[in-house]
């Protein structure tokens, strides 16, 4: 059987963190920002961890079926 291979889109939007949770961007955070409070803007800056029912999906992009 030949290898799994990454998902090249998956690997550039998506970190594993050390304990193997995995780490991506916010939703809604790259347009209509006027609207938008400072502080829900501020938020959005840093990266926010993937839901459950999404990390099983986006492990198996990664490669990681685990």
Sequence with gaps: ???M????GAKKRFRKTAKGKLRGRRAYS???LEKKSP??????AN???ISPQ???RVRGL???RG
Aim: glycine residues 8%; positive net charge.
């Design 1 to 3: 059987m030949p290898k």
């Design 5 to 8: 291979k990454t998902h090249s």
């Design 30 to 32: 790259s347009h209509i």
């Design 39 to 44: 502080k829900r803007k501020r938020r959005m």
């Design 47 to 49: 990266p926010s961890e």
């Design 54 to 56: 999404d990390s099983k």
């Design 62 to 64: 990664l490669g990681g």
